[in-house]
């Protein structure tokens, strides 16, 4: 079993759609959440941290259940940009990614 | 500011072949990082350096990969004989006191 797992998808959602996306993690010893997207053949970046207290960037709104071991990521009106693949991360020391959920916004 | 430099950007050799890649980490970021992103996968890490020491390589496969920071500055990852399963994305990273990851372009290496 993975250590952090998520739906590999893809999504595949028209312009203006809301979705969500959810992903587990196994070790309570997991000490920090991240959302990071990576496009096609480029490199990971940061998309937002992820607390208990859930958090929100724009569209974007991220929530944290250390109880059940469960991070989500809602988008809200989805835009052709937001295609990409959004991974699941958590910290032991160094990052611990998920495989990744496949997002396609089509118009 | 510069971001994580890296290269080469492709590298294409055939099975027990060396090759070895570099990596320039943000300046003034103390902690490096090496990852092997294979196609379909997220991101695993193979070793992570802060300074010129090593922190955790515990998924490293020390049998053909091995990895330095000599300086505290420059690193290199080298594997050596290469097999078919390391076809992959090489990705260095760097963080300033454990906070964000900045990514490097990654080296794609291609074992034939």
């Known amino acids: 079993r993975k250590e952090v797992e998520q739906d590999p998808g893809p999504f595949n959602v028209p312009e203006g759609a809301t979705v969500a996306f959810n992903c587990t993690y196994s070790?309570?010893?997991?000490?920090?959440f991240f959302w990071y997207r990576q496009d096609c053949r480029k490199e990971p970046k940061l998309l937002m941290s992820v607390y208990s207290s859930g958090n929100e960037d724009g569209r974007f709104t991220a929530q944290l259940n250390r109880a059940s071991q469960y991070i989500s990521l809602l988008i809200r009106d989805s835009k052709l940009s937001d295609s990409a693949t959004y991974l699941c991360?958590?910290?032991?020391?160094?990052?611990?990614f998920g495989t990744g959920t496949r997002l396609q916004v089509f118009p | 500011e510069a971001g994580v430099a890296q290269s080469p950007r492709y590298k294409i050799i055939e099975k027990r072949q060396s090759v070895a890649f570099w990596c320039n980490p943000i300046s003034g970021h103390a902690t490096l990082y090496w990852y092997q992103q294979i196609l379909g996968q997220g991101p695993k890490l193979l070793i992570q350096f802060q300074n010129n020491g090593v922190v955790d390589d515990s998924q490293l496969p020390k049998d053909r990969f091995s990895a330095e920071r000599l300086k505290g500055v420059d690193s290199t990852l080298k594997i050596q004989p290469a097999k078919l399963e390391d076809s992959a994305v090489y990705l260095c990273?760097?963080?300033?006191?454990?906070?964000?990851?900045?990514f490097g372009p990654g080296t794609r290496l291609t074992v034939t």
């Open positions: 070790n309570s010893a997991s000490q920090s």
């Open positions: 991360v958590v910290r032991r020391g160094g990052l611990i």
């Open positions: 990273a760097s963080s300033n006191r454990g906070y964000e990851q900045y």
